[in-house]
């Protein structure tokens, strides 16, 4: 059965500095690797979409990473803002389904 | 992309009631999602629901807690029945754009069951 764990499970950072999120997930056979984030009290927002064939996805000041041998995934946020703050979520899509396994997710504050 | 609607944004309900949620697409799909998120705790999928054919339900959750209709291709609702505190959660629906891979996802349903 697929696991997603994210860490850390919160994290603080002062505004400017640049950040990576952690995600790793059991089993290796992924068809691909969705990064989300969620306003509080909001839906999901699309980040970065990662296919299994790939190495990694850029967006802006966003870039995420896949290692699907060592089941593991990174998303860098460079030059942190305020706006950024947010809960950011990993999401697996295990070969020949639509579902999505999550993690738990990172909460992210950006301190001005 | 897609634009994704539900109703209602937010409810508070009584125990033993139930609540019908609605989902709209702006376009049509012909994968709608629905998840529960309860707190502290990550989106769990409760059901597939495919237009013309009945709902495909995840370990866990069965048709008459969470019935389910999927009338044509941009709409969908689910419907919490006999409702307990323990079912207090987001209610997100989602669909899969063919040709992206990508799912997108309504803004929720926030869910208090006193």
């Known amino acids: 059965k697929q696991e997603v764990t994210q860490i850390p499970a919160a994290l603080s950072v002062p505004e400017g500095e640049n950040l990576v999120l952690n995600c790793s997930f059991t089993d290796s056979a992924i068809y691909n690797l969705q990064w989300f984030r969620q306003d509080p009290g909001k839906g999901l927002t699309s980040l970065l979409l990662i296919q299994s064939s790939q190495r990694e996805q850029t967006s802006g000041r966003l870039n995420a990473s896949l290692d699907k041998s060592s089941g593991r995934s990174t998303l860098y946020i460079a030059a942190s803002q305020p706006g950024d703050s947010a809960t950011y979520l990993c999401?697996?899509?295990?070969?020949?389904?639509?579902?999505?396994?999550f993690g738990k997710g990172t909460k992210l504050t950006v301190n001005p | 992309s897609a634009v994704i609607s539900q109703k209602p944004s937010r409810d508070i309900c009584q125990r033993g009631t139930s609540l019908t949620i609605q989902c709209q697409v702006d376009s049509q799909v012909t994968m709608m999602f629905w998840y529960r998120q309860q707190p502290g705790q990550s989106l769990t999928l409760i059901a597939t629901?495919?237009?013309?054919?009945?709902?495909?339900?995840e370990s866990g959750f069965v048709i008459d807690k969470f019935p389910i209709s999927r009338p044509n291709l941009t709409f969908s609702t689910l419907t919490v029945s006999n409702m307990s505190p323990e079912d207090s959660s987001i209610y997100l629906c989602?669909?899969?754009?063919?040709?992206?891979?990508?799912?997108?996802f309504g803004p929720g349903t926030r869910l208090t069951v006193l």
């Open positions: 629901a495919n237009q013309g054919s009945e709902a495909t339900y």
């Open positions: 999401a697996v899509r295990p070969p020949g389904s639509e579902k999505l396994v």
């Open positions: 989602s669909v899969d754009i063919s040709g992206t891979d990508t799912q997108y």
